[in-house]
């Protein structure tokens, strides 16, 4: 599975990438903002994508997100704040919470890999807030 990573942390973005490339999937682009997230599904369209809430130019990975679902592009948030995110999830598969454990990872990953081949037979794991099931964000 071709995948992009959107974070703007790049300790974060390179353990990722490792998390990705360990499970046997590749990596076509890391993107810190989201001008250079629409330059990758441009240029090397990911099938996947890990996308943060807050990018280099601010909380710009919803409209990340929102660009991937009108391109049909399956994603994950991750973010340390899935409270933020809009009731509809902006499209994506669901929302992991950093922090994360490199297994709860790897089981979304292998979850989320299954799911994009078509196949929806296996459980989803813990580590995954899937969008139907998500806490809808407090509203002030």
């Known amino acids: ?12 973005a390179m353990e990722l990438e490792s ?7 590749s990596v076509v682009g890391v993107a810190a903002s989201s ?10 369209p990911p099938e996947f994508a ?12 919803i409209n990340v997100g929102r660009m991937l679902a009108e391109k049909r592009i399956p994603y994950v948030f991750v973010s340390g704040n899935i409270k ?14 950093k922090p994360y454990t490199i ?13 994009v081949q078509g196949d929806d037979s296996m459980p989803p794991p ?7 099931d998500a806490p809808r964000p407090v509203r002030n």
């Open 1 to 12: 599975m071709k995948v992009m990573i959107v974070e703007d942390e790049m300790l974060l």
């Open 19 to 25: 998390e990705v490339e360990a499970a046997g999937h």
């Open 35 to 44: 001008g250079q997230a629409a330059d990758i599904v441009r240029d090397a």
């Open 50 to 61: 890990f996308v943060d809430i807050n990018l280099q130019d601010g909380p710009t990975g």
């Open 84 to 97: 933020k995110l809009p009731d509809d999830f902006a499209g994506a598969i669901g929302a992991i919470e």
């Open 103 to 115: 297994n709860g990872m790897a089981n979304a990953l292998a979850y989320i890999s299954a799911l």
């Open 126 to 132: 813990a580590s995954l807030v899937l969008a139907q």
